[in-house]
């Protein structure tokens, strides 16, 4: 009966083997890339309930919208979110562009808790949905409550695939650095491979952003910063900031549109996305540990990559026409998969394609959203 249970056992041990030989084969190892990811990735930036709707051209029209564009709330568009709710089928969706980079780069990880993320909410049923979303992407979100605002919100105007995005900030706007050095958040600071912000947080806690980025570049941490929209290098405070930020930047993402307002914000006579970038990656650097790595996304044309004087270009895989949902957090998806591979230390190449496939998987769904696990996704 003896030798009956351990043949037994022997042989299931043998088929478990085939079996995780012809997974690692088909998909790579996880283990080696994946230990001792807790915490690895933090993010830091602005929270919002996204209220994502598709509408038509008359409302883009009465609030001055563009598609493509990304701008900040002014008195005139505040009208714009309860309209949205009474005229059109919204659905609510966690946003804010670091915040979906952080989970779309979980959600590639499939660690529970490789990556943190700061930010400063209300408190309201808004907060409460944001907070039940992290836990269930395995995101560690330490939010700064401010009992006195409103957890910030997004509309979302959706016409033919492509989006308008107006953020009211409200309680997002108000992020502090006490926050930041709460010995918790330090802890989590300290623990943290990869820090990334969108530009959207220099309109709201420069000094929390410096403070990472002088961090990440005194413990040799790799620091990344997103371009995020033309207005961050066209309103001269904004822009002063992040070239502030620029020496501690490791990693700087873009799409065409940003890097070509980013040259006219230099005064560059040029509008040829390969030269800015090889530009930008040749300002001067606080650390001499590496250089740095500039990635301009260009839609469904090749992705450019500047890094030590070259150019590298990555064709995209088009995602058919009919498949086409949302563009809405694409760029935010791309920077999240690049993301999700850097800070298990792959290379540019592969961090290219990992963004990629999750911007193709979002583009196909609406919002920000993916399924459970990023199925046909094979580790190099």
Not at 201 to 224: G, Q, R, W
Not at 324 to 352: I, P
Request: include cysteine; aromatic fraction near 8%.
């Amino acid at each position: 009966m003896l030798r009956s249970a351990a043949a037994l056992v022997r042989r299931a041990t043998m088929s478990t083997l085939a079996f995780s030989s012809r997974s690692l084969e088909q998909w790579g190892d996880p283990r080696s890339t994946m230990a001792g990811l807790e915490g690895a990735l933090l993010g830091a930036g602005n929270p919002l309930l996204d209220l994502s709707a598709v509408v038509d051209e008359a409302l883009l029209k009465k609030y001055g919208l563009e598609l493509g564009n990304q701008i900040l709330a002014e008195e005139k568009h505040l009208p714009l979110y309860k309209e949205l709710e009474e005229s059109f089928q919204v659905e609510y969706i966690a946003g804010g562009a670091t915040q979906n980079t952080i989970r779309v780069a979980q959600w590639m990880l499939q660690v529970p808790g490789a990556t943190t993320y700061f930010g400063c909410v209300g408190k309201d049923h808004y907060a409460d949905e944001l907070k039940k979303v992290a836990a269930k992407d395995g995101v560690q979100a330490h939010y700064m409550v401010d009992e006195a605002t409103p957890t910030g919100t997004c509309a979302a105007c959706i016409v033919g695939g492509e989006r308008s995005l107006v953020a009211n900030l409200a309680a997002a706007n108000n992020y502090k650095v006490d926050h930041l050095r709460q010995p918790e958040n330090m802890a989590c600071l300290e623990k943290a491979r990869v820090i990334y912000s969108a530009g959207f947080f220099i309109t709201v806690s420069p000094e929390s952003m410096l403070t990472m980025a002088k961090h990440a570049c005194e413990n040799d941490k790799t620091y990344c910063l997103n371009l995020s929209a033309p207005f961050i290098c066209e309103v001269p405070p904004f822009k002063k900031t992040l070239m502030e930020l620029m020496p501690y930047v490791d990693y700087l993402f873009g799409n065409e549109n940003e890097a070509r307002a980013f040259a006219k914000s230099e005064g560059w006579e040029t509008e040829d996305v390969e030269e800015i970038a090889l530009r930008i990656s040749r300002f001067g650097k606080a650390s001499g540990v590496r250089p740095r790595t500039v990635v301009i996304t260009q839609g469904a044309d090749p992705t450019v990559v500047a890094l030590g004087g070259r150019i590298q270009k990555f064709p995209v895989t088009r995602v058919p026409a009919d498949k086409l949902v949302d563009t809405n957090g694409a760029g935010d998806a791309f920077v999240g998969g690049f993301l999700s591979q850097l800070v298990c230390g792959k290379d540019v190449a592969e961090c290219v394609r990992a963004g990629s496939y999750a911007a193709g998987v979002i583009v196909q769904r609406s919002g920000c959203t993916f399924p459970d696990k990023p199925f046909g996704f094979a580790w190099a």
